[in-house]
């Protein structure tokens, strides 16, 4: 008896000896089932965004001498160059003109008010002859009206005819240089300070970006942008008489005022139109304390020199709706990113360094064209925004390869 009992022994231990190993074979097999997907490459999405080029930017050819201002009021340009109090000479006229019309409002087409000039009229001008003051010739009795004496006042920078101007509006010089600085100070022009009705006296000072923005106030004015537009005015005894302002009628150029003293060296306000983005812009360049030559002639092409330098440099991103600028997908479902609506800005290099950004959406799931999937940045002073979709529809990743 005791051999068969030995043998079933025997048998069952051999039975749960295989069990155990078909029992581990098939948990090891299951482990492998699972690692398997885990062997092969994951199912990642990525994105591609493409490099947008944009020019480098440019300098603003500033004088090398003196002191001096861009100012453009309608893209919210004031840029200055060694600004500093200076003697401003006959700038101080642009003061005297916006005094005048604060007083005495003028419309294009009207005369205004008129006054008779005295003796004393004639002998001040005959001073003014004497000391080279910048002047036209009057004679006892003529008549001048507003209109008349701002024309001379601000093409051919009749000295005499700002003191006219002071007793036609406020009855004297000593009244009318107080208003014209208590009017600097509630423009905010804080550097600026007039001694005199006309900038021959040195005491006269301001700074380049001060005369920008006086200028740009007053030539808000439609009477005054077609005074200074002119290259010449003819007036009842002096005759025709030409600007002093350098290249009126010339690249655009329409005004608006220049000076020169011993003290104050040249100095020049020019105002240039320009075309940006389907609008009219005016920009206004100032140069104080140029020197050399006659003075105005160094002055009017270093502030040439300045708006050119800035207009040239004019340039222009366009991407059309569709253009490709990157790519989303996962694997080999890949689309191209594209751009839902046109874009074109224009921009001046000197002035502004653009920077551009594109940005996708890495989320995991499907996109048809119409979907946002990012947006491109555009910043050249300026943002833009645009929204990006995809070229085609790609399908969204499977649910293994979700889990993966």
């Known amino acids: 008896m005791a051999r068969p009992l030995r043998r079933r022994a025997f048998f069952g231990l051999f039975t749960r000896s295989v069990s155990v190993i078909i029992g581990v074979a098939l948990a090891g097999g ?20 493409n490099t947008v080029a944009i020019p480098s930017a440019t300098s603003i050819a500033w004088p090398s001498g003196g002191s001096a201002a861009l100012v453009i009021p309608s893209l919210g340009v004031q840029r200055t160059w060694q600004d500093r109090v200076a003697p401003i000479a006959s700038l101080t006229k642009l003061m005297t003109a916006y005094v005048v019309l604060e007083r005495l409002p003028l419309v294009s087409g009207a005369s205004g008010p008129c006054l008779t000039v005295t003796s004393a009229d004639v002998l001040n001008y005959d001073a003014m002859v004497a000391t080279n003051q910048s002047s ?70 301001s700074t380049a970006l001060d005369q920008g923005r006086l200028a740009s106030l007053l030539m808000q004015s439609p009477l005054v942008r077609a005074i200074v537009d002119q290259s010449s005015v003819t007036l009842p005894v002096a005759g025709t008489l030409g600007s002093y302002t350098p290249f009126v009628g010339v690249d655009n150029v329409v005004g608006v005022k220049s000076g020169r003293t011993n003290a104050a060296g ?38 040439l020199a300045i708006e050119q330098s800035v207009l040239n440099s004019v340039t222009s991103l366009h991407l059309a709706r569709g253009a490709v600028v990157g790519t989303l997908g996962w694997n080999d479902h890949r689309t191209n990113v594209v751009v839902s609506a046109p874009l074109t800005v224009q921009w001046f290099t000197a002035l502004h360094t653009a920077n551009v950004s594109v940005s996708i959406d890495a989320e995991r799931r499907g996109v048809v064209p119409g979907d946002v999937v990012g947006w491109l940045d555009l910043n050249e002073g300026t943002p833009h925004r645009v929204a990006l979709t995809v070229a085609r529809a790609v399908a969204p990743p499977t649910l293994i390869q979700r889990l993966r």
């Open 266 to 303: 040249g100095c020049d306000v020019m105002a240039m139109t320009f075309e940006l983005n389907g609008r009219s812009h005016l920009a206004y360049a100032v140069v104080l304390g140029a020197r050399g030559g006659d003075l105005l002639g160094p002055a009017g092409n270093e502030a």
């Open 30 to 49: 299951l482990v492998v089932a699972m690692q398997q997907p885990l062997m092969n490459q994951p199912s990642t999405s990525t994105t591609s965004p």
């Open 136 to 205: 036209a010739a009057v004679a006892r009795g003529e008549v001048l009206c507003e209109s008349t004496l701002l024309d001379g006042l601000l093409i051919h920078s009749a000295n005499n005819f700002a003191t006219l101007l002071a007793n036609l509006t406020w009855g004297g010089t000593t009244a009318f240089v107080a208003r014209m600085n208590a009017e600097a100070l509630a423009l905010g022009l804080t550097h600026t300070h007039y001694a005199d009705v006309s900038g021959y006296d040195a005491g006269s000072v």
